[in-house]
């Protein structure tokens, strides 16, 4: 399970996105995708070991987890490691505040030129980030960096666990490619996987599909495959397009409301191709701008469009979407939880066939009964954390996501 935890600035504000797509928002309104502004990225490994592996068998590992998004032939995101800056330095118990935020939240080393990779080879850093004994089941923990009313990082870091917990190489190198991902911008995702999995009874975690269909991006280690599914790939492809992405996708966007046409926030909007099954999502106002909004980034074929509620057990660091910070926001609040919609466009009963060509896009509104729908002009009241954080733009201290919301990675049971 991919479980970061909650760990809150007193005079921190930020808008945290969820799902399948950003997961911080930043600029003047608090509504614009957070990234890199260079997509070519230097991550500077240290010069420790690894637990029982050697600094450079652990420098083999990251460049393996880095190479799954580095292969995606519809982004420039170019993530390289630097061997030379602490070429000289084991970041360890005794000296790790001198290049990553201090536990406390109050010093974030955010102009160093550095994006530190930590080998912490016992675990006693983590357990100093989340308390005695936490390292014995948590894998790691990355973030990067933001000051506030900006919309690209200014540094990063990772930390990741060298105690032997057990995995496999497969699944080690995935957890670091997951929280790389965050590092880089990216949050969870849920695609069309059932919404009641739970982690302490039936239907259980990781069982309801194969385990090829579960995102990386996934809240829990559900993925065997040393691949990324098609829904980290149209993720990160939007958020970090190159020069072919156009031409390789399609667009679906589009509104999701109630009968009445008011907006449903945070829900799981995802599209499926009707011949591989293959899912891609986002969460609905994603960019909380409340209108229900969504936009999908596809592969051309032939799709059906749906929606369902976010899994109740992916609240707070484990969230998926910016309406899942606990239990009790809106995700899972009224009109939530839905059931599953499928779109039927205006013949109910026969789920509309939504034809996706690379390069063009197409607008659907549709409503929580399946039916498209026309809706009102949108309402100026808005009293979203996107005002809030437009109103203290122009403060500029360091916000991390990650020590907002700590991109922690611990193991299901």
Not at 73 to 94: E, K, W
Not at 162 to 190: N, P, V
Not at 215 to 237: G, K, N, T, W
Request: glycine letters at 10%; aromatic letters at 8%.
């Amino acid at each position: 399970m991919f479980k970061p935890t909650l760990f809150v600035s007193a005079l921190t504000f930020s808008s945290l996105s969820f799902a399948g797509g950003p997961l911080v928002l930043g600029g003047s309104t608090g509504t614009t995708p957070v990234t890199y502004q260079n997509p070519s990225i230097t991550l500077n490994v240290e010069n420790g070991d690894l637990g029982a592996l050697s600094n450079a068998a652990a420098d083999t590992l990251v460049l393996q987890a880095l190479a799954l998004w580095n292969n995606v032939s519809t982004s420039d995101i170019n993530l390289v490691i630097d061997q030379t800056q602490l070429s000289d330095v084991d970041i360890n118990l005794g000296n790790f505040e001198n290049y990553l935020p201090n536990p406390g939240g109050t010093v974030f080393n955010a102009n160093d030129n550095l994006n530190p990779v930590v080998y912490d080879s016992t675990g006693e850093i983590i357990d100093a980030f989340f308390g005695a004994g936490q390292s014995d089941s948590t894998i790691g923990f990355a973030a990067s960096i933001i000051t506030l009313g900006n919309i690209y990082f200014d540094e990063g870091y990772a930390v990741i666990n060298g105690k032997d917990l057990g995995l496999s190489d497969t699944t080690f190198k995935l957890l670091i490619a997951h929280e790389i991902g965050h590092f880089f911008g990216l949050d969870h995702t849920q695609v069309n996987i059932n919404n009641q999995e739970t982690d302490s009874g039936s239907p259980a975690l990781c069982g309801t599909r194969v385990q090829s269909d579960y995102p990386l991006m996934y809240p829990f280690v559900c993925r065997d495959e040393e691949s990324l599914h098609q829904d980290d790939i149209s993720a990160i492809s939007a958020l970090y397009p190159n020069a072919s992405t156009t031409s390789d996708f399609g667009t679906l966007q589009g509104r999701f409301v109630d009968t009445a046409g008011n907006a449903i926030l945070g829900a799981n909007i995802w599209a499926e191709n009707t011949v591989t099954g293959e899912a891609i999502s986002i969460v609905s106002d994603y960019l909380t701008q409340r209108t229900g909004f969504y936009k999908l980034s596809l592969p051309a074929g032939n799709y059906t469009l749906h929606a369902n509620s976010i899994n109740t057990l992916f609240n707070g660091g484990s969230g998926i979407g910016p309406y899942a910070n606990d239990i009790f926001d809106r995700s899972f609040t009224s009109p939530h939880p839905i059931t599953e919609v499928t779109f039927q466009g205006d013949t109910v009963g026969n789920d509309e066939i939504i034809t996706i060509t690379n390069g063009q896009s197409q607008s659907i509104d549709f409503a929580i009964d399946g039916k498209t729908t026309v809706i009102p002009a949108a309402s100026n009241d808005d009293d979203s954390l996107a005002d809030l954080f437009g109103s203290m733009s122009h403060i500029t201290l360091l916000a991390s996501a990650a020590l907002l919301m700590l991109g922690r990675l611990r193991l299901r049971s």
